[in-house]
Nanobody, 124 residues
Framework: QVQLVESGGGSVQAGGSLRLSCAAS????????MGWFRQVPGKEREFVGG????????QYEDFVKGRFTISRDNAKNTVSLQMNSLTPEDTAVYYC?????????????????WGQGTQVTVSS
């Protein structure tokens, strides 16, 4: 098992930046593909992006391409989501998730472990 704890959420004005972190404990972190998801009330949790076990491969949804960057540090058991050029439409609870997989998974149902989420609010 792996336990995930997100941090770094908060409130920011449109055009600003935030960096979310996800700290993992438990089994060897480097065996997990990691994903970031977000959810707003009344909507399904949606994929934001993911990173492979090694960190060499990343994948992003179109609505964050060029604005968000995912990275990981397997020595520190952390994965990060750097969010730039934020818009009010990015307001959501953001979750990190882990999947024992060689490839990046896009669906929330594919992930085995989840953090508790962190709120990001972007004001106009």
């Amino acid at each position: 098992q792996v336990q995930l704890v997100e941090s770094g959420g908060g409130s920011v004005q449109a055009g600003g930046s935030l960096r979310l972190s996800c700290a993992a404990s438990g089994r060897t972190f480097s065996i997990y593909t990691m994903g970031w998801f977000r959810q707003v009330p009344g909507k399904e949790r949606e994929f934001v992006g993911g990173i492979s076990r090694s960190g060499y491969s990343t994948q992003y949804e179109d609505f964050v391409k060029g604005r968000f960057t995912i990275s990981r540090d397997n020595a520190k058991n952390t994965v990060s989501l750097q969010m730039n050029s934020l818009t009010p439409e990015d307001t959501a609870v953001y979750y990190c998730a882990a999947k024992f997989s060689e490839i990046i998974k896009l669906r929330n149902i594919d992930y085995d472990y989840w953090g508790q989420g962190t709120q990001v609010t972007v004001s106009s």
